[in-house]
């Protein structure tokens, strides 16, 4: 036995071990993308040779590899992050709305992800602390690589990043020089990274670059104490598939179902399945198409004010410094519901507020945005205890196994959206004058929906379960009255296709009387010369390619396809 312990002892003070374990754990999410990825022959190799080699080179530079394991922190750290993302969907790099994420998503959304990405952490965990705990030891014993060794290892690693270069050239002749940017770990993902700063960099700078922008927007029929009251509701995670009204076979939606003057659009696909790029298009005149300037832009928010409406923000989402606070933060009274009582409040909070603004006669014209959470993971949090219909409702853990589980919790979220929405339209029905309410949600949610056990949403490479989304309009029988072209355009319309993106802010338009620049009648739910554009997907990069080529599987395909049939 004291033999034993004796080499063990001997075997890890020996400096070349370190050396090579950092390689190898280093490496680790470069077979794990070639397994993953759609990377050719050519490039499978490149990715595996070129940083194996860089590695080896980098490790072999100075004797005290203790210290050199800690330079190389960083990159470990990358690899820790891309094994979790390859844990929870499967597939990708880290993308650059990944890490704008990790900038802007609160505290309490953060905290309940992770609890139930334990697994994954406790893995790499695993995989990088051991290394780490032994270059400390060897920094205090100051433990020195052989030169011999050093030698030797910095010789194979030119070796294998020549051999991987040689390769990345010959690969020149059948692909594009992109190919090595996108396909190589970490290069691929350091290069997401100056681009999230960039754009981190662009939004922070956001109120320069949009103080000059204006709608020009003005009221059609300008009649003096007209009071009109629009509502105009962000939703979040809400998939179309889950809703009655869409033809969902359990009573998700028993109170707006019975809802008269209420359109319900079955055919909606959103544009980006991730929040910080959705919301500000659904805040704005922005699309896909165009997003790339949205640092220049102003919301709804603001040709409303322009046109002589009093505006008001109300969100359930904390102030996270992204285009939807800075959007947000142009109403003339901007509210957020208090995080400081709980972890998370309920949308149910907002309803106090909208009742406050409905009974404000000071000003006839309001327009209020409001910014829910929706059916948000932790679904079974995002409503009262006692609001729980579909049982059991409590997840212990998110996994395939606890499908069942999962999506009652979710329908019982979209029930409590259902209870919500109703109460806002009965509130604005109370009023007895000109109002509508128009509701989107901002991208759906993968719920173990197929053998591809995807769960959540954000995913680089969207799902047809992320993209289709619950969407509706409702006016109030004086707007009726007033308007009965709307509600018969809006009928008609419902059996088309739509993007949220497009249409709500030039639905809203027209609904208010609004005349602005921007407005584009082919993209308005109550014009009758709207229609559907080609589908299109916002990527990461922020390019806008069509929905079929923008990575979707087979399986999604298929499903998008049956949506967009007849559009």
């Known amino acids: 036995?004291?033999?034993?312990?004796?080499?063990?002892?001997?075997?890890?003070?020996?400096?070349?071990?370190?050396?090579?374990?950092?390689?190898?754990?280093?490496?680790?999410?470069?077979?794990?993308?070639?397994?993953?990825?759609?990377?050719?022959?050519?490039?499978?190799?490149?990715?595996?040779?070129?940083?194996?080699?860089?590695?080896?080179?980098?490790?072999?530079l100075w004797k005290r590899t203790g210290i050199t394991t800690f330079l190389l922190l960083p990159f470990m750290v990358l690899g820790a992050f891309q094994l979790v993302l390859l844990y929870l969907y499967g597939e990708s790099i880290i993308a650059v709305d990944m890490f704008l994420n990790v900038v802007t998503t609160n505290m309490s959304e953060a905290t309940e992800l992770l609890s139930n990405l334990m697994l994954a952490i406790f893995g790499v965990i695993l995989l990088y602390l051991p290394p780490l705990i032994l270059a400390g030891i060897h920094i205090l014993r100051k433990v020195s690589l052989g030169e011999t060794f050093r030698k030797n290892m910095r010789a194979w690693g030119i070796v294998m990043a020549l051999i991987g270069v040689t390769l990345a050239c010959v690969n020149l002749f059948s692909a594009s020089p992109e190919s090595f940017r996108r396909s190589v770990f970490?290069?691929?993902?350091?290069?997401?990274?100056?681009?999230?700063?960039?754009?981190?960099?662009?939004t922070e700078r956001y109120h320069e670059t949009s103080k000059s922008f204006t709608y020009n927007s003005r009221l059609k029929n300008n009649v003096e104490n007209n009071r009109e009251i629009f509502v105009y509701v962000i939703g979040e995670t809400s998939r179309a598939l889950n809703w009655q009204l869409a033809g969902y076979d359990r009573p998700t939606n028993p109170v707006l179902g019975n809802v008269k003057n209420l359109v319900f659009f079955k055919r909606a696909i959103s544009e980006s399945n991730t929040t910080h790029k959705s919301v500000p298009m659904l805040m704005s005149f922005a699309c896909a198409e165009n997003f790339d300037s949205i640092n220049c832009y102003k919301s709804i928010i603001t040709a409303m004010k322009e046109a002589g409406?009093?505006?008001?923000?109300?969100?359930?989402?904390?102030?996270?410094?992204?285009?939807?606070e800075y959007f947000g933060n142009e109403a003339d009274d901007v509210r957020y519901t208090d995080y400081t009582k709980v972890p998370h409040p309920y949308d149910g909070e907002l309803l106090p507020m909208v009742e406050q603004a409905?009974?404000?006669?000071?000003?006839?014209?309001?327009?209020?945005?409001?910014?829910?959470?929706?059916?948000?993971?932790?679904?079974?949090?995002?409503?009262?205890?006692?609001?729980a219909y579909f049982k059991p409702d409590r997840v212990t853990e998110a996994d395939r196994s606890e499908r069942q589980v999962l999506v009652n919790a979710y329908d019982n979220a979209v029930r409590y959206t259902d209870q919500l929405l109703g109460n806002i339209i009965q509130c604005l029905d109370s009023a007895d004058c000109k109002s509508a309410l128009l509701y989107s949600a901002d991208h759906g949610e993968d719920i173990f929906d197929d053998e591809r056990e995807r769960f959540l949403h954000a995913s680089p490479i969207p799902?047809?379960?992320?993209?289709?989304?619950?969407?509706?309009?409702?006016?109030?029988?004086?707007?009726?009255?007033?308007?009965?072209?709307?509600?018969?355009?809006?009928?008609r319309n419902s059996e088309k296709c739509v993007s949220p993106q497009k249409t709500m802010f030039n639905t809203a338009l027209e609904l208010t009387g609004v005349e602005a620049d921007r407005f584009k009648p082919s993209r308005s739910l109550v014009n009758?010369?709207?229609?559907?554009?080609?589908?299109?997907?916002?990527?990461?990069?922020n390019q806008a390619v069509p929905l079929m080529n923008s990575g979707v599987k087979q399986a999604d395909k298929t499903l998008l396809a049956q949506l967009l049939s007849n559009r």
């Not at 997401?192 to 662009?202: D, I, K, Q, T």
């Not at 799902?463 to 018969?488: F, G, N």
């Not at 009758?528 to 990069?541: A, C, G, Q, S, W």
Request: aromatic share 16%; hydrophobic share 45%.
């Open 186 to 202: 970490p290069v691929n993902v350091i290069d997401n990274m100056f681009l999230a700063a960039h754009r981190y960099e662009a």
């Open 528 to 541: 009758d010369r709207y229609r559907y554009e080609d589908p299109v997907y916002l990527t990461d990069l």
């Open 1 to 60: 036995m004291k033999r034993l312990v004796y080499l063990f002892k001997a075997f890890f003070n020996h400096p070349g071990v370190l050396s090579v374990w950092v390689v190898i754990v280093l490496i680790v999410p470069n077979f794990a993308l070639n397994i993953t990825e759609n990377y050719g022959g050519i490039m499978k190799f490149v990715n595996v040779l070129i940083p194996l080699g860089t590695y080896m080179i980098l490790m072999s």
């Open 463 to 491: 799902t047809y379960y992320q993209l289709h989304v619950a969407m509706l309009a409702w006016m109030s029988d004086e707007m009726c009255r007033r308007h009965p072209e709307y509600i018969k355009i809006l009928r």
């Open 358 to 387: 409905v009974a404000d006669t000071l000003h006839p014209r309001q327009f209020i945005v409001l910014h829910t959470y929706g059916s948000h993971f932790q679904y079974n949090d995002r409503y009262p205890k006692e609001k």
């Open 309 to 324: 409406f009093y505006t008001r923000f109300y969100s359930n989402q904390a102030p996270n410094r992204s285009y939807i």
